[in-house]
């Protein structure tokens, strides 16, 4: 079970961080990912992280604004949004794939989403 939190309205340029909590699942053996839907496209990948946080990928739109973090003390993923842009406003899912090879192609577990809103 996967619960996204923090997702909000702001205007561009300000900072906005979403958090996955997870339940259910070995959390620290999962790799965790991020991904984004805007309305009239499709879902797209955002970041991802392994399992203990060692690596990170990032979408080209996103690299240098966002950064994707975890506490597996804590269950939760993280992404901090930096210098936001009202083309990042869309759903963000947070998702959870065993293999770090398949989370940013075929992830295991979805969230239900948040939305994230930036005006211009």
């Known amino acids: 079970h996967l619960v996204e939190f923090g997702g909000g309205l702001v205007q561009a340029g300000a900072s906005l961080r979403l958090s996955c909590g997870v339940s259910g699942h070995t959390f620290s053996s999962y790799a965790m990912g991020w991904f984004r839907q805007a309305p009239g496209k499709e879902r797209e990948f955002v970041a991802t992280?392994?399992?203990?946080?060692?690596?990170?990928h990032y979408a080209d739109s996103v690299n240098g604004r966002f950064t994707i973090s975890r506490d597996n003390a804590k269950n939760t993923v993280y992404l901090q949004m930096n210098s936001l842009k009202p083309e990042d406003t869309a759903i963000y899912y947070c998702?959870?794939?065993?293999?770090?090879?398949?989370?940013?192609?075929?992830?295991?577990?979805w969230g239900q989403g948040t939305q994230v809103t930036v005006s211009s």
């Open positions: 998702a959870a794939d065993l293999s770090e090879l398949t989370i940013a192609t075929a992830p295991d577990y």
């Open positions: 992280i392994n399992w203990n946080g060692a690596n990170t």
